[in-house]
């Protein structure tokens, strides 16, 4: 699904984004976004990190053409982005997207179908996605019957079945106990080391932006502008070894010092 | 547990028995006259022969007929209706409160209404069955597709969902179960409807037969009679609640 365009450069470019959500004069009104622009280089994997509220979430929307800006403009291959594209962009959403009345086998293929697969091929996709994320023995289960941390990796499987270039993640370890969390970040680094894609990650995690991105945007406070992006510079995939690294402890305190001052004015912001 | 679980069956057992005791030993001692009571073994006689000679085929075959297309029609018009209340906020807030608050007023004081507009036959029968039966069919219809978890809907649309699919493969599984207990509800209180309405007005039926032999004076027939609707209603709830279980299971 490679697409015939250069394999360096901008894969997605984001410029001078607004979202606003409410009509004008309602005191409701929030302006999630504000001239947010960003490049995300192809192969890239980029962490958006940001105080709760920030738009972050709002822009992987933007980006996966589930909503479209109030102004501004997306492009994913230098095409403006119109609505879902789900023949170039995959989803991982943060709760449970998985639909429970399916077996995971079946979710994998219904997202197949949805993408408009060849039904031929659909068999054999589904068990190899399946295979990858280690759920090989889990195909016949209802998510029901899985952990958090295997629905999630189910979810995986599923965005990666539709052999997308890019991969949006919306939060997909948040409802996970740390110790989960770790390992499976581990595997995906692993995973998407192998994969090439184009990967926008969304997460509340220091730790976890340090360990997965090549790059890490850092948002500020409502209404949500990047403020800086911070280059990690290390191979993929990382090993355990690059989790106790001075290294990454750097990285993590850089971090918090940029995110501290935007999360204290959240605080302010929402005192009653 | 399961030595508890036999205690509490004894119990009911004996309660049940302590009932038709007492029904047996007042009417055989003469303390209530046997035309308004007649004994209780006198009753199980004609149901046994009401059994056994299957006289009891043209009323049943009358009130079944009426129940089944009671059902079709609240059915079909309840899930057709309360998918199109479903599709926005605005129709769910107006209708929503309209069909509950129909719901809980007694629709079967429309009986009468019906019996001038269909006649004694199974046309009212049939009316009264479906109106009742409506409410909550399109109730539960309306909570099932309103309330569809967004992140379903999300998921499927950013997989490049067309309508058709979404319909059938995300909202339709995703409001069954919900409908499911609207249609077993619906079922259920159809018969009961039908099964009254009979009584009240009619020309055939089970609880047609009932009220006649009541009115002549033939009570043992009529406690036959109520034996075999008893035994219809439970033949009923168990089959609905079997196929009912079988479509869950096969839904995951």
């Not at chain 2, 009240?200 to 009115?215: D, F, P």
Request: hydrophobic letters at 50%.
């Amino acid at each position: 699904m490679n697409s015939g365009g250069g394999r360096s450069g901008a894969a997605i470019t984001i410029e001078g984004v607004t979202q606003v959500f409410g009509p004008e004069g309602d005191p409701r009104r929030v302006v999630a976004l504000e001239k947010a622009s960003l490049t995300v280089a192809r192969g890239e994997l980029m962490c958006l990190i940001g105080p709760s509220g920030c738009g972050k979430s709002t822009l992987l929307n933007l980006i996966g053409g589930l909503a479209s800006p109030t102004a501004g403009e997306i492009a994913i291959d230098g095409e403006i982005v119109r609505g879902p594209s789900p023949k170039k962009v995959a989803y991982v959403f943060q709760e449970s997207a998985l639909f429970p009345w399916r077996t995971v086998i079946d979710n994998v293929k219904l997202g197949l179908a949805f993408q408009g697969a060849p039904k031929a091929e659909r068999d054999e996709r589904a068990n190899a996605a399946l295979a990858a994320v280690g759920l090989g023995d889990f195909a016949q289960h209802y998510p029901g019957q899985l952990s958090g941390g295997m629905k999630q990796r189910a979810q995986l499987a599923r965005a990666l079945g539709l052999k997308t270039d890019f991969l949006l993640m919306d939060e997909p370890f948040a409802a996970l106990d740390e110790q989960t969390r770790m390992v499976l970040g581990e595997d995906l680094s692993e995973l998407l080391a192998r994969t090439g894609k184009t990967i926008v990650f969304v997460t509340h995690s220091l730790v976890e932006a340090v360990f997965l991105a090549d790059r890490v945007a850092v948002f500020t406070a409502r209404p949500g502008r990047i403020k800086e992006v911070i280059a990690v510079e290390e191979g993929h995939p990382r090993s355990r070894s690059f989790m106790t690294s001075d290294k990454l402890a750097r990285l993590r305190n850089q971090l918090y010092e940029l995110l501290h001052d935007e999360i204290r004015k959240t605080m302010v912001e929402t005192r009653p | 547990m399961s030595g508890g679980r036999w205690i509490y069956r004894l119990v009911q057992l004996a309660f049940l028995a302590a009932v038709l005791g007492a029904w047996q030993y007042s009417s055989s001692e003469g303390l209530v006259s046997p035309i308004l009571l007649p004994s209780f073994t006198a009753s199980v006689h004609e149901f046994v022969k009401v059994l056994s000679t299957g006289a009891f085929w043209p009323d049943l075959r009358v009130t079944l007929y009426e129940l089944i297309v009671a059902f079709l029609i609240a059915a079909s018009a309840g899930c057709t209706i309360g998918y199109l209340v479903s599709r926005t906020g605005y129709s769910i807030r107006v209708f929503d409160p309209l069909f509950a608050g129909i719901y809980s007023i007694p629709t079967i004081l429309l009986f009468p209404l019906y019996v001038l507009f269909f006649g004694l036959g199974a046309g009212s029968k049939i009316a009264i069955g479906a109106t009742i039966a409506f409410f909550p069919v399109v109730l539960n219809t309306i909570a099932g597709f309103g309330f569809v978890d967004k992140t379903y809907v999300t998921a499927a649309r950013s997989m490049g969902a067309s309508g058709v699919q979404m319909f059938w493969s995300v909202l339709m599984p995703a409001a069954f179960p919900v409908m499911l207990t609207g249609l077993r509800m619906g079922f259920i209180i159809a018969f009961l409807a039908i099964l009254g309405s009979e009584t009240i007005a009619s020309l055939s039926g089970l609880g047609h037969r009932i009220v006649t032999y009541a009115e002549s004076m033939d009570p043992a027939k009529m406690f036959a009679y109520i034996f075999f609707a008893i035994l219809i209603a439970l033949l009923l709830n168990t089959s609905v609640s079997m196929i009912e279980a079988r479509v869950r299971r096969g839904h995951g």
